[in-house]
């Protein structure tokens, strides 16, 4: 029985972390450990980074989830996907494509702006069988270096959004790979409402979303003070809840992240 009343839409914004660690933070072992979180926090939908092609199989095997997206490098399965996972019994996808964060953005693998590493925004629309609510919702990862490609991704993809879906339900989730109070974020926020700022009940959890593995106990400091992992949405949606889920196994996390998971509605 979900602890989430019917009427919310429980949705996340989640980096994975690519599958390059060794034990006992490697994909095989963090596996169990995502599953238990998404499912013993009931999450619906989520946003997606740096997840590749072996991990999303490996989600999928647990048979309540599917996903859309295409991987960053050639469009179809090489390199990682910012992809979008969703209950498959609760939700019906009508369409979904991804666009390249580059002055070519129908050119897969197309990269700009001195990026650092390729940069998609994938976008899906949804209707969601226990509501009736239809909305879109698109997921995309920053890059880790350039302004530039930081400052000109996120204005691409807000006029990506302009085109796409001009009116009804609108969400944005993502890792920037910014904090709160850079230009990127203030950019955002003249589009789109800042879940961390509209929330109807205050946070639960952490302030900051990046770890880099680290326990987070006893005093130690996180990598950021503040997040990088950030939810937006338009004004069709309001915020109810806000989490930061840092759930833990015998100190070993899921991902080098946290996830960012609002109650909508």
Not at 100 to 124: F, K, M, N, Y
Not at 215 to 235: L, Q, T, W
Request: charged share 25%.
């Amino acid at each position: 029985m979900s602890n989430v009343p019917e009427s919310f839409l429980r949705l996340a914004s989640y980096n994975i972390r690519n599958p390059c660690d060794k034990p006992p933070n490697d994909w095989v072992s963090r596996l169990p450990r995502l599953l238990a979180l998404l499912n013993r926090h009931d999450v619906a939908i989520a946003g997606l980074q740096e997840a590749m092609k072996m991990q999303i199989d490996g989600i999928m095997t647990e048979g309540s989830w599917a996903y859309t997206g295409v991987a960053r490098e050639d469009g179809v399965e090489k390199g990682e996907y910012s992809c979008i996972i969703y209950r498959k019994d609760r939700f019906i996808c009508h369409g979904s494509k991804t666009f390249w964060l580059s002055e070519t953005p129908d050119v897969a693998g197309s990269r700009s702006w001195d990026t650092a590493c390729t940069r998609i925004c994938t976008w899906a629309t949804f209707t969601d069988k226990k509501t009736g609510l239809e909305f879109t919702h698109f997921n995309t990862h920053l890059d880790h270096r350039s302004k530039l490609a930081q400052i000109n991704g996120i204005k691409l993809i807000f006029q990506k959004m302009k085109e796409i879906s001009p009116k009804g339900p609108v969400v944005l989730t993502g890792d920037f790979n910014v904090l709160p109070e850079d230009e990127v974020i203030a950019h955002a926020e003249k589009f789109m409402r800042n879940s961390t700022k509209i929330t109807e009940t205050p946070l639960v959890g952490p302030t900051y979303t990046f770890t880099g593995y680290r326990v987070m106990k006893d005093g130690v400091e996180p990598p950021h003070k503040g997040p990088i992992d950030y939810i937006f949405v338009n004004d069709e949606f309001h915020v109810r809840n806000l989490f930061v889920f840092d759930d833990s196994e015998n100190d070993l996390y899921p991902s080098d992240h946290f996830p960012l998971v609002a109650d909508l509605y």
